[in-house]
C-alpha cells in the first residue's frame, strides 16, 4: 500500500438503535501511517463508530472501506480476511479469562499462522518484552491489575503485525500516571511497526501525545477536526469547552 | 363499565404480546440450534476445545450423577418391593428396575441434572464473554464465535451425555440390587440375570436416542441464553437461571414426544 493512500475510508454513515440515532453521517478518511483520534462525550457512538469499521456492527447507510474493501455488507469470510489486518484494543481489554496471558497472546498465532511452537514461544515474550510484562506471563487475567490488562490486551492486538489498530478508551478506568505511561506505549509501539490507528477517547491527554489528527464527535457527526493545537485554539463554543473542563 | 372494560383490553394485549415474544424467543432459539448442524461439519474443527468441554462437562459432573444414581436405584427398589409383594410380584423386581431405569428414569433424571449443573454454566460463562466483550475479540481476532463456542460445548453436550446416562444407569440398577441384598440377601448373579434377560434393544435404543437429544437441547439452550445476554452481570444471572428453567422445559417436553413416537414405532414394550 503507497504510503499516504487513504486506508480507512468512512462515508455518511447512519448507525441507530431502535429510534436512536447514534451516527448522522459521520465521513472521515485515515491516511496510511496516520493515528486519528476521536475525541467525544461518553455514550455519542464513539464506539459504534469503530465497531462499525471492524465489522461488529452494521450501519444502515452509507460506505466504508478499509484497504479499499467495502466492510459494510461484505461476507463474513472475506471480513475475517480483512479482520486479520486488523488489531482492535478493546476498553477493558476483553482478555479471554479462561486463558493465562500466554494463551491469550498464542491464541492469534495459533489460529492464523503455521508458526511452530517456538517461533509463538518467541512472539509472546518479544510481544511481553514490548510492554513490559514478562512477568506476568503465567498469570491469569483475574490477577492483572487494570493496567496490565491494557498493556496485555495491546500486546494482543499487535501481536500478528497488523496494518491498522483500533483502539477503544485505551486509557480509560486508570489513574493519570498509567494512563500516560499507556499512551506513551502506544505512540512507541505505532512508531516502531508503522501501525496506522484510529483511537477512542475523551482523554485529552492521550490526545495530545498519540494524535496527528483529532475529530470531535457531537450528536452524530464530526463537528471540527484538525491539529491537537489547532483545535486547541479554536473558537467553537463546545472544542473550547471540551478542552477547557478537559484541562 | 369503561373502567371495567379497560383492564380487560390490556390484559387481553399482555397476553397477546408475552405469547408473541415466546414465539419469537422459540423461532430465534430454533434457527440459533439449527445453525448448530451447518457448522459442525464444517472446519475449523476445534478439538481441543471439545476435549477441554467434555472433560468439564463430564468429569465434574460425575460426583454428583454418582450420588443420584445410587440413591435412586436405592429408593425405586425400596417403594416398589411392598407393592410388588402385595401382588406375588416380588420376583419381577429386578426387570421392574432395570426398564424403569433403561427406558425413563436414566435418561432424564441425568439429563435433568446435566441441565442445571451445566446448562447454567454454559449459559453464565458464554454470558459473561458476551457482557465483557470477548465474543466481540473473537470475532475481530477472526475467530467464529459460533463455532468456538457454541459447536464445541453443544458437541460435548451430545458426546457426554450417553456415557453419563449409562452410567447412571448402571449405578441405579446397581442401587436397586444393593436394597434387595441389604433387605433379603439376594444373589448378584440372580438379580443381574434377571435385569439382562429383561432387557431388549428396543428398549436400550430410545434411551440413548433420548440422550443425544437431550444433550443437544442442553448445549444450544445454555449458549443461546449466554449469546444474549445483556444489562451486565444482572444479565449473566438470569442467562444462567433461564437456561435451566429452559432446558429442564425442554427436556420433559421431548422426553413425552419420543415417548409417544417410541410406543408408536416399537410398541410399548409389554
Known amino acids: ?40 462525550r461518553s455514550g455519542i457512538g464513539k464506539s459504534v463508530l469503530l465497531k462499525s469499521i471492524v465489522g461488529l456492527l452494521h450501519p444502515e447507510r452509507g460506505s466504508i472501506h478499509v484497504m479499499g474493501e467495502q466492510v459494510i455488507g461484505m ?32 491464541f492469534p498465532l495459533r489460529k492464523h499462522t503455521d508458526a511452530d511452537e517456538e517461533e509463538i514461544t518467541d512472539r509472546v515474550l518479544e510481544q511481553l518484552r514490548l510492554v513490559g510484562l514478562e512477568h506476568a506471563i503465567d498469570k491469569m487475567p483475574s490477577e492483572l491489575s487494570g493496567g496490565m490488562k491494557k498493556r496485555i490486551g495491546l500486546a494482543r492486538a499487535i501481536i500478528k503485525r497488523p496494518s491498522i489498530v483500533l483502539y477503544d478508551e485505551p486509557t480509560a478506568g486508570l489513574d493519570p500516571i498509567t494512563a500516560r505511561e499507556i499512551s506513551e506505549l502506544i505512540l512507541s509501539l505505532e512508531e516502531q511497526f508503522g501501525i496506522t490507528s484510529i483511537t477512542v477517547t475523551h482523554d485529552l491527554e492521550c490526545a495530545r501525545i498519540i494524535a496527528n489528527h483529532i475529530y470531535i464527535l457531537d450528536d452524530g457527526v464530526f463537528q471540527h477536526h484538525g491539529g491537537y493545537e489547532e483545535l486547541k485554539a479554536s473558537d467553537d463554543p463546545y472544542t473550547r469547552a471540551f478542552f477547557q473542563v478537559a484541562v | 363499565m369503561s373502567t371495567r372494560e379497560k383492564p380487560q383490553i390490556s390484559y387481553f394485549h399482555y397476553t397477546r404480546q408475552r405469547l408473541r415474544s415466546s414465539m419469537e424467543e422459540v423461532y430465534k432459539i430454533t434457527v440459533f440450534g439449527l445453525r448448530f448442524f451447518r457448522y459442525v461439519f ?20 460425575l460426583p454428583l450423577l454418582t450420588v443420584v444414581g445410587v440413591i435412586m436405584g436405592l429408593i425405586l427398589a425400596l417403594q416398589s418391593r411392598p407393592t410388588l409383594d402385595r401382588f406375588g410380584a416380588g420376583a419381577f423386581l429386578p426387570a421392574m428396575i432395570a426398564l424403569t431405569i433403561v427406558r425413563e428414569l436414566g435418561p432424564v433424571i441425568t439429563a435433568l441434572i446435566v441441565a442445571g449443573r451445566v446448562s447454567s454454566g454454559i449459559g453464565a460463562e458464554v454470558g459473561s464473554m458476551k457482557v465483557t466483550e470477548q465474543i466481540d475479540a473473537l470475532e475481530v481476532s477472526a475467530v467464529d464465535p459460533y463455532n468456538y463456542l457454541v459447536v464445541t460445548r453443544v458437541l460435548a453436550c451430545i458426546i457426554i451425555l450417553p456415557l453419563l446416562t449409562a452410567y447412571v444407569d448402571f449405578l441405579a440398577i446397581f442401587g436397586g440390587f444393593l436394597a434387595e441384598w441389604l433387605s433379603f440377601n439376594s444373589s448378584f448373579q440372580l438379580y443381574f440375570t434377571e435385569v439382562i434377560q429383561s432387557l431388549t434393544f428396543y428398549d436400550v435404543l430410545p434411551g440413548v436416542g433420548k440422550t443425544l437429544a437431550f ?33 429442564s422445559l425442554n427436556i420433559i417436553f421431548l422426553d413425552m414426544v419420543i415417548i409417544q413416537l417410541t410406543f408408536l414405532f416399537f410398541g410399548s414394550g409389554t
Open chain 1, 1 to 40: 500500500m503507497q504510503k499516504n493512500s487513504i486506508l480507512i475510508d468512512v462515508q455518511n454513515v447512519w448507525k441507530a438503535f431502535d429510534d436512536n440515532e447514534v451516527l448522522k453521517g459521520i465521513t472521515m478518511q485515515v491516511h496510511d501511517g496516520s493515528s486519528d483520534v476521536i475525541l467525544g
Open chain 1, 75 to 106: 461476507k463474513n469470510r472475506d471480513l475475517n480476511r480483512l479482520r486479520k489486518s486488523i488489531g482492535y484494543v478493546f476498553q477493558y481489554a476483553a482478555l479471554y479469562d479462561s486463558l493465562n496471558v500466554r494463551e491469550n497472546l498464542e
Open chain 2, 42 to 61: 464444517v472446519p475449523p474443527y476445534e478439538m481441543g476445545q471439545v476435549r477441554k468441554h467434555l472433560d468439564d462437562l463430564g468429569s465434574k459432573s
Open chain 2, 215 to 247: 444433550g443437544y437441547i442442553i448445549g444450544v439452550i445454555g449458549a443461546y441464553q449466554g449469546f444474549n445476554t445483556s444489562r451486565g452481570t444482572e444479565g449473566v444471572g438470569r442467562a444462567a437461571t433461564s437456561a435451566v428453567v429452559l432446558a
